[in-house]
């Protein structure tokens, strides 16, 4: 399969001044929880508990060095359905060691949060002014909060230090619906200090139509380009990506595809011979639906920083693997997953 | 009573450029909720949910012209108690007008939220990279976010195009607890789009001491130095500002209290006479318990850049007329709560 990414993007070339963005801790790894994997995709504003909890415990072992030896001593000290958690006992926190742990940039997506409110009034489309895409505007960053509210939670019971922060808070802004100004100055001072900035899709203003949405792989794009991780990992509902839906029969899972100077892609293993064409159909068909091509596209950039892209399903062992970094370098068969990687020069 | 404010501040001369706080829309107010006006003080993570309704009924009632004769359109469309709101219905919004709306701030306190969390770590204190500290600074933005959270979708539903802003997310900061750091282009920026920022106080970093408590009211000093509303109005539990804690038999509401260009500030109505002194000590004894000096202090730092400040009782007929802005010039003798403004050259 070959295919090329978008057009060059402003996203990855914003045109403002970025002031401050020097990281005194590098940035380990950006993971990109998708909203599939933590929510449940067809119950409105229903989060995936189990794979919520699984997610958490899984970045704090990736993040925390030993962390599997030492007590988690949870962040979260609100009440939840009423009650006050029990998780906030001073003496804990003198056996606590500070925790020596690998720099993380959590971004989410909507899910099941956010895209009923969002589409309903039109919002990706501008027109602030309109009565109804200002309310849809306002009721769909009351959703996405409430779900970012919810995964900074979760890690935090996790004894990982989230902070949840929010693009248009951010001042995050976009022109034609391409990121015009996103100073992540503030992301990468929350990281020098040692938190995990948990950030996520949202309602922006944008400078020509007025309004539209940012969405999570974007911001993961532009957040690569600038703070430079080790490797990005996303977590989704399926293994990685597949040549056509994985629902269908015959489906083939791409382990590994390399993307070269000029932005195009190729699947290097499995070898596929002779179905160019047809798998090309596929995935465009695809696209329409579950918009495969646009993720191998968001990917294909990000690895065309020289950055690692590992698409893994999310609350498995290959997304634990993946998370740590373990799959980096060479790739064990029995792993599962999508790895995009760039390659130099044009010839494989 | 004569008082002084306190010593020069940062927060109203901050080192940095602001680059763009152009408003195309003046502010008309910067309301600030406080804590314990929308919280049950001594019940943790309590929400006063009838004055915070009350509260966003007057909200609404003072900033949308007409808003009387015109339907609620809400605009929170998420679940509520694991229910939908039914508040989503297209065809109300095509009836619906482009509303002529002023432009209002919102800020609030954190009351019965974020403070158990701040005060047993200590984040005040600053130490972000201890265990304690860490874990508390995640704790209070929990908290305080749960609330922001709350607030917003209060006001949503009374039809307030709300957007939640959290100091951190913005990548405000402090030095050695003063504002060093406060870029007002984001507020500004959702303010010129006919939105209603949310603000609240909040953990933040600190240059200094590694992080700390921004307070509501340096905040909201801030934000009048910079996007001069016409007037200011803090909503509070009790009518005013008092002689001495308002629960002390004899305690006497100060009706108005001027400010001079050096910064001192006598009380005008009702006149005082030959008790200066002892209002002074009952005045530093009430503050240790309920800040009543700090507060005036801030007022007073407010009032001195030609703004009026109305300190009010939230949820009450006297609330509703100041926030209408209907107590500006005369103050109407039925009129309960305390204006603070400033008055050229020393003499009264």
């Known amino acids: 399969m070959r295919g090329m990414t978008e057009g060059e993007d402003n996203a ?8 401050d963005t020097h990281l005194t801790r590098p940035i ?14 067809n119950d409105l504003e229903k989060i995936n508990e189990e794979n919520l909890d699984t997610v958490s415990l899984q970045l704090r072992q990736a993040m925390i060095n030993g962390s599997d030896f030492q007590k988690v001593i949870g962040m979260d000290w609100s009440k939840r359905f009423g009650k006050l958690e029990p998780s906030c006992e001073l003496d804990d926190f003198k056996d606590q060691s500070k925790l020596d742990a690998n720099s993380f940039i959590v971004v989410h997506g909507a899910g099941s949060f956010g895209h009923f409110q969002a589409s309903k009034s039109g919002v990706h489309k501008g027109g602030v002014n309109q009565p109804l895409v200002k309310a849809g505007f306002v009721a769909t960053r009351i959703s996405v909060t409430i779900l970012n509210l919810e995964i900074v939670r979760a890690l935090a019971r996790e004894g990982i230090p989230s902070i949840g922060m929010s693009p248009f808070s951010c001042g995050w802004s976009t022109s034609e619906r391409n990121i015009a100004s996103a100073d992540v100055t503030a992301v990468a001072k929350a990281v020098n200090s040692g938190f995990v900035p948990v950030i996520h899709g949202d309602a922006v203003l944008d400078e020509v139509q007025g309004c539209t949405i940012l969405s999570g792989d974007v ?12 490797y990005v990992v996303f977590l989704t509902d399926v293994y990685g990506v597949y040549d056509r839906p994985p629902s269908e029969p015959g489906a083939t899972l791409l ?16 070898t596929l011979t002779d179905m160019n064409k047809q798998v090309e159909i596929t995935v465009a068909a695809h696209d329409t639906t579950g918009g495969m091509v646009t993720k191998i596209s968001e990917a294909a950039m990000i690895a065309k920083l020289g950055i690692d892209v590992y ?3 999310a609350a498995t062992s290959h997304s634990l693997s993946a998370l740590k970094g373990e799959v980096r370098g060479s790739m064990p068969d029995h792993w599962l997953g999508t790895v995009i990687r760039y390659v130099h020069g044009g010839s494989l």
């Open 12 to 19: 990855s070339r914003p045109q403002m001044e970025i002031e």
């Open 255 to 270: 382990r590994e595809i390399v993307v070269r100077e000029d932005g195009s892609w190729s699947v290097l293993k499995p």
């Open 311 to 313: 698409i893994v399903k």
């Open 28 to 41: 380990r790894c950006i993971v990109k929880l998708g909203g599939a994997a933590i929510t449940c995709k």
């Open 219 to 230: 911001i993961i794009r532009h957040l690569a380009a600038y703070l430079k991780p080790e």
